[in-house]
């Protein structure tokens, strides 16, 4: 799984890519279906604003972002939601290859 971080008008230091490894790890239950995990960071003023790409194998593409005044809370809640997108995304994939079975 290809992972990229990039921040506009933040600087993308190692406490904050350490951070996002260590969530990583909440996430494990679907490497085998993600390609790619882009991260758009940015900061407005005293806004945070963290968005994330998530591509699957199958071609399916997700947009999640969070606004949050602590960048370190917006990464907990981008996770959070990613996590539950993720999960969303697999249950449906996993509901279709058992109804192709079925037929």
Known sequence: MNTEIKGVHIEIDDKIRTYID???????????????????????????????????????????GVDGFDIFEGIDKLF???KLKISKEKKRIQ???????EE
């Not at 806004?47 to 593409?61: H, K, P, S, V």
């Not at 509901?95 to 079975?101: D, P």
Request: glycine share 2%; hydrophobic share 40%.
């Open 22 to 64: 260590k969530k990583m790890r909440r996430l494990s239950f679907a490497k085998d279906y993600l390609i790619d995990l882009l991260f758009h960071f940015s900061h407005d003023k005293s806004l945070y604003r963290l968005e994330a790409n998530i591509n699957f194998r199958w071609g399916q593409a997700i947009h999640v």
């Open 80 to 82: 959070d939601k990613m």
């Open 95 to 101: 509901e279709h290859k058992a109804h192709e079975r």
